[in-house]
């Protein structure tokens, strides 16, 4: 078969071009809900979730609406002592920023430990909030998958199952892990999503925003039709707090996690005053571990402690054929994060009375 | 659309390697089938076309990007720098030279990409100093010939001025 040839410069009638669709930028929000109408559309921001799925043509949308000039890109203080973060701020911007990495360590870290140089670059905000699993059953486009097509059942639950898959908030219906580490640290630290649609704004608060499949693993968040993701807006860090992100995967870099945690703690000399315990690459969400952080508030910060309440985290964890060991794997984590953590905590509090 | 449905084209123009192009095509074809198929320049390479690979790594507005995931049309207007664009007529740039002087190379699929993410980490003021440091910020680049350990001794010859 001829490629590019001057009667077919542009591949149309090769079997492996990406699907047509049309494509318009918009140049403020406003006028990208109103294209957008909530038909067959999807925003296009960094393009790296969506243009990888359209390819795999596991995503469909007959309209484009880039939203990258849509003037969103700011990081501004927020309400309360907290941080409001763009939705078309890119992870490398976000990464770097000088208060994230003073007032929120672990979300910097997450956001450094996730995809590639050349990911971050483009990758956004609300981009990576919207992050689809990397379950192969649903990206090949064929195989039984209840999220791409509901109802023709599990693939992944009789099948391979190790490296992306989840053993909290798992359903018969779908057991595919988020894969996203900026996530895994905005739960630990505490979050709102704000969007705007037609029918005006709304908050919604970050740990609500990311659905459990459920028996209906085809909703994966809280989102209407056409509405759009404008901010993330961070709570105030807690002060004196340490904190940290781990992520442990076969290769040392560009690899979706194991398992990972992002821990922050702060102390009352040898004592947990406060702590943030969540989860990447083990649950179907970014997993907050509140019964965990109840059980160490007010507890010596020991390792005997932090081991404790890595069983409490991972209490009621279900493993699958290939990722049973991500349970002990998961403790591991919880562990050193909240071990390293306490050392930075430790830290900033000798530096303050110093 | 027109009339058989098929989205029609649009113009884009970019400046490419310090060159204004311009170019009609429809909203499907990502950056880097543009460059390849359309403007001849066959230097960037087609790896996993899915940015799992880095070998389609171009700079735009200075910026290390999958071009492979990148819409043209979504670039109207910005700057991009490919392979091409690194040597001075026949004056390789130090980067170039290095990767020839530490071998950093085999079959030279991945090369390009590893250029590209190497010139934008040469200006990057974040990455430490250490080999390590230079592995991590050159992550995105795979090489199945197993040549990392000469890209990072080239990269760290130039940064160190030698």
């Known amino acids: ?178 894969p996203s580490d900026m996530c895994v640290a905005m739960a630990a630290i505490g979050a709102t999503v704000h969007v705007q649609g037609s029918r005006g704004t709304r908050d919604i608060d970050f740990g609500e925003f990311h659905k459990l499949p459920g028996d209906s693993p085809q909703i994966e968040h809280d989102l209407h039709n056409d509405e759009l993701i404008t901010h ?50 083990v649950g179907t969400k970014p997993w907050r571990c509140h019964e965990a952080e109840a059980g160490l508030v007010g507890q010596p910060a020991t390792a005997e402690h932090f081991a404790v309440a890595a069983e409490t985290a991972m209490q009621g964890a279900t493993p699958y054929k290939h990722n049973a060991f991500k349970i002990p794997l998961a403790k591991k984590a919880i562990a050193r994060a909240l071990r390293d953590a306490s050392a930075r905590a430790h830290a900033n509090t000798k530096g303050d009375t110093a | 659309m027109d009339s058989n449905n098929a989205p029609t084209d649009t113009t884009v123009s970019f400046r490419i390697n310090g060159k204004m192009q311009q170019l009609d095509l429809p909203p499907n074809v990502v950056l880097l089938d543009a460059l390849r198929n359309r403007l001849g320049l066959t230097g960037t390479k087609k790896g996993c076309d899915h940015g799992q690979c880095g070998a389609c790594t171009v700079l735009i507005n200075g910026e290390a990007v999958n071009s492979c995931l990148a819409l043209a ?74 040549a990392y350990k000469n890209i990072v001794s080239a990269i760290q010859q130039v940064r160190q001025g030698r």
């Open chain 1, 1 to 178: 078969m001829q490629h590019g040839t001057q009667a077919d410069p542009t591949h149309e009638k090769a079997p492996d071009t990406m699907r047509q669709f049309s494509y318009s930028r918009a140049e403020s929000t406003d006028s990208a809900i109103k294209t957008h109408a909530g038909q067959s559309a999807a925003y296009l921001a960094g393009g790296t979730t969506l243009m990888d799925l359209i390819k795999l043509d596991v995503m469909q949308p007959e309209r484009l609406v880039d939203v990258n000039r849509v003037d969103l890109d700011a990081i501004e203080p927020g309400q309360d002592g907290g941080l409001t973060i763009g939705a078309m701020v890119r992870n490398t911007a976000l990464a770097h920023d000088e208060t994230v990495q003073r007032d929120y360590t672990v979300l910097s870290e997450a956001l450094l430990q996730g995809a590639s140089r050349q990911l971050r670059n483009r990758a956004t905000t609300g981009g990576n909030v919207m992050q689809r699993v990397r379950c192969s059953y649903f990206r090949d486009g064929i195989s039984p998958c209840n999220k791409r097509e509901p109802g023709s059942g599990c693939s992944a639950i009789e099948g391979h199952n190790r490296e992306v898959f989840a053993v909290l908030g798992t359903s018969e219906h779908c057991i595919a892990s988020h």
């Open chain 1, 232 to 281: 993330v807006s961070l709570d105030a860090p807690i002060a004196n707090a340490g904190s940290t992100y781990i992520k442990l995967r076969d290769r040392s870099s560009y690899q979706f996690a194991l398992a990972s945690c992002a821990a922050i703690v702060s102390l009352d000399g040898e004592t947990i005053a406060e702590v943030r315990i969540a989860l990447g690459g």
């Open chain 2, 73 to 146: 049309v979504v670039h109207d207007g910005d700057d991009i720098t490919t392979v091409e664009g690194l040597a001075d007529g026949d004056t390789l740039a130090p980067l170039q030279a290095a990767f020839l002087e530490h071998d950093a190379y085999q079959c030279g699929y991945c090369t390009p990409g590893q250029l590209m993410s190497a010139t934008e980490l040469l200006g990057n003021d974040s990455v430490g100093t250490s080999d390590a440091d230079v592995a991590e910020a050159m992550s995105g680049n795979i090489c199945r010939c197993g």
